[in-house]
Antibody, heavy 124, light 107 residues
Framework: EVQLVESGGGLVKPGGSLRLSCAVS????????MHWVRQAPGKGLEWVSS????????YYADSVKGRFTISRDNAQNSLYLQMNSLRAEDTAVYYC?????????????????WGQGALVTVSS | EIVLTQSPDFQSVTLKEKVTITCRAS??????LHWYQQKPDQSPKLLIN???QSISGVPSRFSGSGSGTDFTLTINSLEAEDAATYYC?????????FGGGTKVEIK
């Protein structure tokens, strides 16, 4: 069974940092590009960042570029999101999502599995 | 950035009624358009990929159509469990973008 489990969410002050993790199981992690998607309270979905299978291709939304860093450890079956210089507008549930298999370093396709989400609250 | 405009924002529908949700892209995206269902306090669930391809395990009352800039998600004969918010996603170019969502309520 495919499982994605996020952890590391919590309350942080503006300007602070947080690191989210996504532990996966039930599939060959190194064969799938991965993404982070967030959802502010009561709002819609927003793509945050993508990382290809080999980490060769990494992309960010303009809203987080320069502050967030995506990474992965294929040996540990884990995806990460380091979030620095956090702002109130970063408050959201953060989901990790798997890209359906589409080849090595392919990332432009749909998400077929999502985690349950981790809540990040940025407030003083 | 490709903007996806969903309509309507909200729809109140009776059971067994047909529901149609549209998603319009600001430029042509071929068939790189996917539909998700999200229920309260749950993560999104894939319903349709590449505009019209059905997903294993998704009820056959859900179908998709369209290409280029105009896409439609249809729910034939709405059931109570279909109360949710529906989103479209384009994977044609980065940044990946979602539509604003359509909330479907049971009347």
């Amino acid at each position: 069974e495919v499982q994605l489990v996020e952890s590391g969410g919590g309350l942080v002050k503006p300007g602070g940092s947080l690191r989210l993790s996504c532990a996966v199981s039930g599939f060959t992690f190194s064969s799938h590009s991965m993404h982070w998607v967030r959802q502010a309270p009561g709002k819609g979905l927003e793509w945050v960042s993508s990382i290809s299978t080999s980490s060769r291709y990494i992309y960010y939304a303009d809203s987080v570029k320069g502050r967030f860093t995506i990474s992965r450890d294929n040996a540990q079956n884990s995806l990460y999101l380091q979030m620095n210089s956090l702002r109130a507008e970063d408050t959201a549930v953060y989901y990790c999502a798997r890209t359906t298999y589409c080849g090595v370093d392919c990332y432009l396709t749909y998400f077929d599995y999502w985690g349950q989400g981790a809540l990040v609250t940025v407030s003083s | 950035e490709i903007v996806l405009t969903q309509s309507p924002d909200f729809q109140s529908v009776t059971l067994k009624e047909k529901v149609t949700i549209t998603c319009r892209a600001s430029q042509s995206i071929g068939s790189s358009l996917h539909w998700y269902q999200q229920k309260p306090d749950q993560s999104p669930k894939l319903l349709i990929n590449y505009a019209s391809q059905s997903i294993s395990g998704v009820p056959s009352r859900f179908s998709g159509s369209g290409s280029g800039t105009d896409f439609t998600l249809t729910i034939n004969s709405l059931e109570a469990e279909d109360a949710a918010t529906y989103y479209c996603l384009q994977s044609s170019i980065l940044p990946l973008t979602f539509g604003g969502g359509t909330k479907v309520e049971i009347k």
